[in-house]
């Protein structure tokens, strides 16, 4: 540990970096990447936030009052396309930009200049995507799956969409090039494989499934484009093509994508829950084989969104199968979490109240998951409220609150200052609240035969869809005081310790100070 | 300085959790619930998710039961010294194959169904639907009633729409053509598409099958009590998405064949009507 704090000091020199906008622009460094993409991914979770707060208000009451059904359209598609590509995905980037290296003991990423590039790309991809309100025919509205014909159909809109998903894929292929290259390459002497913190394997795994998908992603939406101005039938039945080739191929991307979004979560929550039990995790190896096999298993399942577009009885088995398999491995995880819970000495700071709310909503999202893998109840809710609420579930209290969690825990470490605990529970108790309220009742608006998508309804779901509005609005306020929290922190928080957290066993706690200096681990540190 | 705050926050979880229970409770047996049954997929469906809710229940409080219980005792606050063990195969293996048992279970049932709602064999109508945007279209191809065909519109007033009158019991869920079916006859619905896909569904009835331009695909269902049933579109279709409602009639035999008998006279208007 000294000898780390030595090396920090005798190279003060290295900390030179532009000063200003030209140490954003051109910075190779990790830290100040991890930061850049927390920051853009933020931006994006409140510009994707503001888009469902309006469709929230426009479905507060039944009749049309604010948005007209057209602009309704492409309120929920941008809202599903902002919240997927630009704020969950970029912020588990920043997640392993910053904590990778930190927890391998590496100085930096193996890629650092093509890091900078991966995340610059992000900017043009958003504002093609924000921008595309104010085209002529406005943004894209067939859908965040934006499924043929209808996608077919649209204006300019769906080009600028096209190209920002061709832009967003670019960046997420070298984000992820570079952290496999930096987990496999990079990892201090002595720590092999089996001994990465649960964070590393996840994102490991992750970036694996990225590299596989990302590219179908690709070239589905540039059958489309072709479709669209170069004469090309891919998904035009009249010229020989099909449009369930094109949910087919989206779903092939699109299921995976689910994993890339969780599997992460998993990680953080793996990190927290351990730390404020003050107790190793349990079943450490068999973690690292469910998440494996998830990520397995994700690529097998991807017609269980095509339930309902026809397909051979034996497809619709082997889909619904599958689909079930998966809550095997995930049951794991969650019996390993209580397991490392069980007969710990716990204590319940932010982060951890964020991690065990996490688990708790998680696991309801992923019941309700079985439940829509059985082919018949399926038939009944898909595309209805019911699938909206369960991929909140686990989207939203799943993925969102993991990244809370991990927010809170490394905070300190990234910015040398605590912040402000009673404020931060105040964040989680709210969100809990307000989440529920908001998602739970949709459930019971999807069995009644609510369908997803319309802006505007019968009478008989208007009570639960103002309930709805009401904790929407609620749960989009409370997340204003998640920032004034972290800029509290940032600004005046407290001094922080080198290991705020005693419960904390990894290597950016244990082997850097607080905060961790523009550049770590130059050499690495030694792992028994 | 936790430890103070504890009981508060337990009492926070508490409340939060019998809110959700309190929802459950006002959902159970009424409409926000799946509606209820007229056919017997729509039964099996039906049974099938109460199975399911049961079961991940009993999962959900075992598994919170423990961690729960875990959460209030093992506190550092209460000075309870945490534990180091770190896995268990033989506990693992268990929690592992648990699971699979208890999927087999649900799978069992749902595969029967999966079976009968694809059998689409020997019915005694057929009826092809074409989603348009945005309206429905019908032809009845064979059995009793073949050759009607019209066009099924939402009839719902656009002053309702736009909050200039009041709206009516069945706003949004009103078309002025319905599709009239006998009872206890097995239909086969074929579907289809004009233009973008549409999806054809009524939930009382346990069918929704996408209509797909330029594809043919089909379903079935068999009414069993006279009634009006009614549905949406369920698949993201443009503008006017949440405005092309199904709504299916069921009738006895008898006033079926009026009903047959009535379209045949008027057919020469439909056709007409058709054109325009």
Redesign the interface.
């Known amino acids: 540990m000294a000898a780390v704090h030595g090396d920090a000091h005798g190279h003060e020199h290295d900390d030179h970096h532009p000063s200003g906008i030209m140490r954003w622009i051109t910075t190779t460094n990790h830290k100040d990447i991890g930061t850049m993409y927390l920051w853009f991914s933020f931006a994006m979770f409140l510009t994707g936030g503001t888009l469902a707060l309006g469709i929230r208000a426009e479905l507060f009451q039944p009749g049309i009052q604010i948005l007209q059904p057209e602009l309704f359209n492409q309120f929920t598609t941008l809202h599903g396309l902002i919240m997927v590509f630009g704020a969950i995905m970029p912020a588990f980037v920043g997640f392993a930009n910053w904590q990778v290296p930190l927890m391998i003991g590496a100085p930096d990423m193996a890629f650092a200049r093509m890091n900078n590039w991966s995340f610059w790309l992000l900017i043009p991809a958003a504002t093609l995507l924000v921008s595309s309100f104010f085209v002529p025919g406005g943004a894209a509205a067939g859908g965040w799956t934006f499924y043929p014909p209808l996608s077919t159909q649209g204006g300019l809109g769906v080009d600028l969409m096209i190209f920002a998903v061709h832009i967003l894929g670019a960046s997420s292929i070298m984000g992820s090039i570079n952290i496999i290259t930096t987990i496999l390459n990079m990892r201090a002497p002595g720590m092999t494989l089996m001994k990465m913190p649960m964070f590393v394997w996840t994102w490991l795994i992750t970036a694996y499934l990225l590299v596989l998908v990302m590219p179908v992603l690709a070239g589905t939406v540039t059958m489309l484009l072709t479709d669209r101005h170069f004469g090309t039938s891919f998904f035009n039945a009249a010229g020989g093509g099909d449009p369930v080739m094109f949910q087919h191929i989206f779903w092939f991307f699109g299921h995976p994508e689910v994993y890339i979004m969780i599997l992460p979560s998993f990680g953080i929550v793996s990190e927290v829950i351990p730390t404020f039990s003050r107790k190793p995790l349990f079943g450490y190896s068999s973690m690292v084989y469910a998440t494996a096999s998830i990520a397995i298993l994700s690529c097998v399942v991807w017609a269980h969104h095509m339930f309902t577009a026809g397909m051979p009885t034996v497809g619709q088995l082997f889909f619904m199968y599958a689909t079930m398999l998966i809550a095997v491995p995930t049951g794991v995880k969650v019996f390993n979490w209580t397991a490392t819970m069980w007969q710990g000495s716990m204590s319940f700071e932010t982060p951890m109240l964020f991690a065990i709310g996490f688990i708790f909503l998680f696991v309801i999202g992923g019941f309700s998951g079985v439940i829509c893998a059985i082919v018949p109840i399926d038939i009944q809710v898909q595309d209805t409220y019911y699938v909206i609420a369960h991929f909140h579930y686990v989207l939203v209290s799943g993925s969102l609150f993991a990244l809370f969690a991990g927010a809170y825990y490394w905070i300190p470490k990234w910015t040398g200052r605590m912040y402000n605990e009673t404020l931060g529970k105040t964040h989680f108790w709210l969100s809990m609240f307000f989440f529920n309220l908001t998602f739970f009742v949709q459930h019971f608006l999807g069995l009644a035969g609510m369908p997803r998508r319309i802006p505007d309804y019968n009478l008989q779901f208007a009570d639960f869809n103002m309930i709805s509005s009401i904790g929407a609005f609620g749960f989009g306020l409370t997340q204003l005081l998640f920032l004034y929290v972290m800029i509290n922190c940032i600004r005046s928080g407290e001094k922080a310790p080198q290991k705020p957290w005693d419960g904390a066993t990894t290597l950016e706690w244990t082997h850097l100070p607080t905060p961790a200096p523009y550049h770590s681990f130059e050499k690495p540190p030694v792992i028994q | 300085m936790?430890g103070g705050n504890m009981r508060s926050?337990s009492a926070?979880t508490l409340a939060?959790v019998s809110?959700?229970a309190l929802?459950s409770s006002m959902?159970v047996g009424s409409?926000?619930?799946?509606?209820e049954p007229q056919s017997v997929?729509a039964k099996?469906?039906y049974d099938?998710?109460i199975m399911?809710?049961w079961i991940?229940l009993a999962?959900?409080i075992g598994?919170?039961g423990?961690?729960f219980y875990?959460?209030l005792k093992?506190?550092?606050?209460l000075g309870?010294?945490?534990?180091?063990?770190?896995?268990?195969t033989t506990?693992?293996i268990i929690?592992?194959v648990i699971?699979?048992l208890i999927?087999v279970v649900?799978?069992y049932p749902?595969?029967k169904?999966?079976?009968a709602?694809?059998d689409t064999s020997s019915p005694d109508m057929t009826i092809k639907a074409t989603g348009y945007q945005w309206m429905w279209g019908y032809d009845y191809l064979q059995g009793e009633g073949e050759g009607i065909s019209f066009y099924s519109k939402l009839s719902t007033p656009s002053a309702?729409?736009?909050?200039k009158a009041p709206?009516g019991?069945?706003?949004?869920?009103e078309v002025d053509n319905r599709v009239v079916v006998p009872v206890g006859k097995k239909v086969r619905v074929i579907l289809t598409a004009n233009?973008?896909?549409h999806?054809w569904?009524v939930?009382a009835l346990?069918?929704?099958?996408?209509a797909?331009?330029?594809?043919i695909?089909d379903t079935w269902f068999t009414a069993e009590k006279p009634g009006i049933y009614r549905?949406?579109?369920?698949?993201?279709?443009?503008?006017?998405?949440?405005?092309m409602p199904i709504v299916v009639e069921a009738m006895e035999a008898g006033e079926y064949s009026k009903w047959v008998a009535a379209q045949s006279a008027s057919a020469v208007k439909t056709s007409m009507h058709v054109e325009k």
């Open positions: 936790w926050k926070v939060g809110a959700l929802y959902a409409k926000y619930n799946l509606p997929i099996d469906i099938q998710h399911l809710l991940c999962i959900f598994v919170f423990v961690m875990s959460v093992h506190r550092k606050s309870y010294k945490a534990a180091n063990f770190h896995h268990s506990v693992e929690w592992t699971p699979c999927l649900m799978a749902a595969t169904t999966v079976i709602m694809k309702q729409i736009e909050n709206k019991e069945n706003y949004l869920l233009d973008v896909i999806a569904w939930p346990g069918i929704k099958q996408d797909v331009p330029g594809f695909r549905g949406q579109c369920a698949e993201l279709c443009g503008k006017d998405h949440g405005f």
